[in-house]
């Protein structure tokens, strides 16, 4: 963001409270763009047995993730992982459990995981070109983001 959304004065750095922050230079505007992160919400997805991994369509060739969603205003965390759940992969939640919940500043964004028990048959919605169903035994998570879902709910699993 450069300039203020509220009178299009440009930006500039400002040091408010100790932290460096990109503020309105308008005398009577006051505006401070905080660049809190986004929520949003991603759902490993049970079907048959495996976890649907997906590729969206501007993805590198390999990488397959689990699939996440913005919150549309007011909408529960929930009810967001369900609807996505269905637009996305046009599969219905059985059961939905939260996860937890992790940081991930490289994209400036918190990550709201559910574990979701669907059925039905899988249709990608456009944001997606391809899917595989990976058993939890050869399922691995990564460092960050929603591999730390991935990682917690395998964890998770283990437990006798
Ligand atoms: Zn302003």
């Known amino acids: 963001m450069k300039y203020c959304p509220h009178c299009a ?3 500039n750095d400002t040091l408010i409270e100790g932290e460096i922050r990109s503020a309105c230079a308008g005398h009577d505007c006051g505006f401070i763009h905080f660049n809190n992160p986004t929520p949003v919400v991603a759902m490993i997805v049970e079907l048959e047995g495996g976890v649907v991994m997906a590729h969206n369509v501007s993805w590198p060739e390999k990488f397959y993730s689990i699939i996440t969603g913005f919150l549309e205003a007011g909408e529960d ?3 967001c992982a369900k609807r996505e759940t269905l637009e996305e ?3 219905h939640a059985q059961t939905a459990e ?5 940081g991930f500043p490289q994209q400036n964004q ?3 995981a559910y574990h979701i028990q669907a059925h039905g048959e899988i249709k990608l919605n456009e ?8 058993p939890p035994e ?3 998570g990564w460092n960050m983001g929603t591999g730390l879902a991935i990682n917690d709910w395998l964890a998770k699993r283990a437990k006798p």
């Open 9 to 11: 004065t440009p930006l």
């Open 110 to 112: 918190v990550i709201i």
């Open 138 to 140: 050869k399922l691995k």
């Open 77 to 79: 965390p929930l009810e």
């Open 127 to 134: 944001e997606l070109d391809d899917y595989k169903i990976i």
């Open 98 to 102: 939260l996860l937890g919940v992790y």
């Open 89 to 91: 992969l046009n599969l």
